[in-house]
């Protein structure tokens, strides 16, 4: 899968894009205009097309760089979870749900942005499959079996969406929970 195009970020298309972000999730992208996103930033439309090119773009910047924030912030919890295959799939689910206490009350913007995106000749398409896979890939590689990690990504995925719905509290560690039944227990000493 090839890497989306991005641009270089000024001082006026960072705020274009810290808006975009806000709006785009709190609102939707269909629902946000680039009227708004420029008022929102303080910069004028033309500012924003200069920059952007395009509303399109500025959903892959959005999208692309909130991945990056996740896939550091799950990097960084994976750097301290040691070696044990079962720990580190189960920090996985630990991380997801801190992430989504601080950044996704309204659920996963991935699976909200696939809801409005779902054309694959979108720009922003790509990045939005492209998490989806490498959550998988990481799931087949912690877990080491890929039957095990398909199952990991199902729960994961699925509580990800019952906590934006609100369908229950707690989905994630429910979900965290189910994933430990599919892991090899240690064996006794």
């Known amino acids: 899968m090839a890497a989306p ?4 970020l000024t001082p006026g298309a960072r705020r274009a894009l810290e808006a975009a972000s806000r709006l785009f999730y709190e609102r939707g992208i269909h629902a946000v205009g680039v009227d708004l996103i420029a008022a929102e930033a ?3 439309k033309k500012t924003l097309y200069d920059r952007f090119g395009s509303k399109e773009q500025l959903v892959v910047e959005y999208l692309a760089a909130r991945d990056e924030r996740w896939r550091a912030f799950l990097a960084e919890r994976l750097a301290a979870a040691g070696e044990d295959r079962a720990e580190r799939v189960l920090t996985v689910f630990d991380a997801s749900r801190d992430w989504t206490a ?3 009350a309204r659920g996963c913007g991935m699976v909200n942005a696939h809801a409005e995106i779902s054309d694959p000749r979108h720009p922003a398409h790509a990045v ?3 998490q989806k896979v490498w959550m998988l890939a990481l799931f087949t590689e912690l877990s080491g079996d890929g039957r095990v990690g398909r199952a990991l990504m199902l729960l994961h995925e699925g509580a990800l969406v019952a906590h934006g719905l609100g369908v229950f509290p707690d989905a994630l560690d429910t ?4 994933a430990r039944s599919l892991l090899p227990r240690p064996e006794p000493t």
């Open 5 to 8: 195009h991005r641009v270089t």
């Open 42 to 44: 303080g910069v004028t």
């Open 102 to 104: 601080e950044h996704s």
């Open 128 to 130: 939005i499959t492209g």
């Open 175 to 178: 979900a965290r929970e189910q």
